[in-house]
């Protein structure tokens, strides 16, 4: 059977994403279209808007065949990283093809990029990871630098990337397209506005936001001690204090992320360190994870369920 990968998060679900799994299909003439997906926790930085289990349900209704998860430790992290353990993770199922979602919709040229530029691993601490990426690739929207990453990762397995261009901007936050983008949607959602017409998830959504943990993030801020702090991972550079002076003087997120965010440290970094702090992970115990060996499932239907029989007789 041919495998084809998507990497995902579906915060929430919507008939973009229905469209990406049936052009996917159609591009790549595969057999079982395989998900990895983020699980509770999203690359952002931020809870997903409802739980897994909920968008493991709607996207096996809409196209795919198999989800597996990408797991917390890739999946709140920078786009390097998440790139690694979601094409690992769809290497690990035995993918041939994987599709994503690109803003300039050339595929020859963002396997240029990826093929003449090494890994940006040692960044400028005045300068953002985004401003390091726009260094090395020129000016690229974020699904872009994730097609870049995706596509490193790739060749290792000798898996074929494709891209399908995206009818609506990463950042978009309006409601006028067909397609509308997940950070729309979960704008509309809290302004209690109908989003029916374009996420079949729309009844089931729980309204769940970095927002409902502010009080808490404040809380361990101010108790825990500043070593413990330290230790804890993307806690570098004493952003620890930043945070805690930041934390004392603003009674909103919204504030406390204005105040933190700076050259160095984009608002989406900091969303993901304040992640880690709530989980309390720690660095070492990300530095002792071994690699990648297993898949995660979370849901199949028929069709994935015949291709993990044929995944688990081949390990035989």
């Given at each position: ?51 897994k289990w909920s968008r493991v349900k709607t996207a096996l209704q809409h196209g795919a065949d198999l989800i597996i998860e990408?797991?917390?430790a890739y999946a709140t992290q920078s786009a390097r990283y998440f790139a690694k353990g979601a094409v690992t993770s769809l ?226």
């Amino acid at each position: 059977m041919k495998a084809c990968g998507v990497i995902c998060e579906y915060n929430p679900f919507h008939y973009g994403h229905a469209y990406h799994l049936h052009k996917s299909r159609e591009i790549t003439g595969c057999d079982v279209m395989i998900c990895a997906m983020s699980g509770n926790f999203v690359q952002r930085g931020e809870p997903a808007i409802t739980d897994k289990w909920s968008r493991v349900k709607t996207a096996l209704q809409h196209g795919a065949d198999l989800i597996i998860e990408l797991p917390f430790a890739y999946a709140t992290q920078s786009a390097r990283y998440f790139a690694k353990g979601a094409v690992t993770s769809l290497a690990l199922a035995h993918v041939s093809d994987i599709v994503f979602g690109s803003e300039c919709g050339d595929i020859d040229r963002l396997i240029q990029l990826a093929t003449h530029h090494d890994h940006p691993d040692h960044f400028k601490k005045s300068v953002s990871v985004p401003k390091t990426y726009e260094k090395l690739y020129g000016t690229h929207l974020p699904n872009d630098i994730l097609g870049i990453n995706y596509i490193k990762e790739m060749k290792p397995y000798d898996i074929t990337p494709h891209c399908i261009q995206r009818t609506n901007r990463y950042h978009d936050r309006h409601l006028t397209k067909k397609f509308a983008s997940a950070n729309a949607l979960r704008d509309a959602l809290f302004d209690n506005k109908d989003i029916s017409a374009y996420t079949p998830m729309y009844d089931i959504l729980a309204k769940h936001a970095l927002d409902d943990y502010y009080r808490y993030i404040q809380g361990l801020l101010f108790s825990l001690p500043k070593a413990y702090l330290q230790s804890l991972f993307l806690m570098d550079e004493g952003i620890e204090q930043r945070l805690i002076t930041a934390a004392k003087q603003c009674n909103s997120l919204n504030a406390f992320l204005e105040s933190v965010t700076c050259k160095r440290y984009t608002t989406s970094r900091i969303r993901r360190t304040l992640i880690h702090l709530l989980n309390q992970t720690t660095k070492t115990e990300i530095n002792a994870l071994p690699s990648l060996a297993h898949i995660r499932v979370l849901g199949f239907n028929s069709v994935g369920q015949r291709y993990l029989k044929t995944l688990k007789e081949h390990e035989e």
